[in-house]
T-cell receptor
Framework: GQQLNQSPQSMFIQEGEDVSMNCTSS?????WLWYKQDPGEGPVLLIA?????ELTSNGRLTAQFGITRKDSFLNISASIPSDVGIYFC???????????????FGQGTILTVHP | GAGVSQSPSNKVTEKGKDVELRCDPI?????LYWYRQSLGQGLEFLIY????????KSGLPSDRFSAERTGGSVSTLTIQRTQQEDSAVYLC??????????FGNGTRLTVT
């Protein structure tokens, strides 16, 4: 089945630093999503990307849908302590209307921000 | 509330018992999904509902797992004869028929 390789697995940074994480796949996806998960909670959507080459920002977050449709990255600028959490990429393929919304998730990037 | 609601938030059960996990999706969302998250892992797809039917059950790990949805709203995930490897966080998500998915806070299941 489809697999997503997300890297890095973990990051330890100082407050104010920029962060970059990415996901690659052996298969093409039609949609890329980035989620953040805090302890004891479900993943919360950060950014959704629907078109190859699309670059989207949400505050200090920027994400891009790779041209090949097999990769995506997420950048966080000027990190703050509340950015701590686990970040997941997810890719989705539509095929004739079936399995719609069936997301394949990366393994997650654990982000720690030191004040 | 406005979000996806799951109950119970925590469930401890003995090996061999049956458990039922409940999901209340966002009102009006036609699509509902169940995912499983094991410790330190990403999310594993279990089943997808469109309305009350489940066109994709490919992620259910064994015939001990089943799910139903009634009235195009509430869904129940049932695990029969629970095993220790079933211990995980079970997450429900809903959407208006297309991404993105909105997740609940999950049910943490512990099988002793």
């Amino acid at each position: 089945g489809q697999q997503l390789n997300q890297s890095p697995q973990s990051m330890f940074i100082q407050e104010g630093e920029d962060v970059s994480m990415n996901c690659t796949s052996s298969s093409i996806f039609n949609t890329w999503l980035w989620y953040k998960q805090d302890p004891g909670e479900g993943p919360v959507l950060l950014i959704a990307l629907y078109k190859a080459g699309e670059l989207t920002s949400n505050g200090r977050l920027t994400a891009q849908f790779g041209i090949t449709r097999k990769d995506s990255f997420l950048n966080i600028s000027a990190s703050i302590p509340s950015d701590v959490g686990i970040y997941f990429c997810a890719g989705q393929v539509t095929a004739g209307g079936t399995s719609y919304g069936k997301l394949t998730f990366g393994q997650g990037t654990i982000l720690t921000v030191h004040p | 509330g406005a979000g996806v609601s799951q109950s119970p938030s925590n469930k401890v059960t003995e090996k061999g018992k049956d458990v039922e996990l409940r999901c209340d999706p966002i009102s009006g969302h036609t699509a509902l999904y169940w995912y499983r998250q094991s410790l330190g892992q990403g999310l594993e797809f279990l089943i997808y509902f469109q309305g009350n039917s489940a066109p994709d059950k490919s992620g259910l790990p064994s015939d001990r797992f089943s799910a139903e949805r009634t009235g195009g709203s509430v869904s129940t995930l049932t695990i029969q004869r629970t095993q220790q490897e079933d211990s995980a966080v079970y997450l429900c998500a809903s959407s208006a028929g297309h991404p993105p998915l909105h997740f609940g806070n999950g049910t943490r299941l512990t099988v002793t």
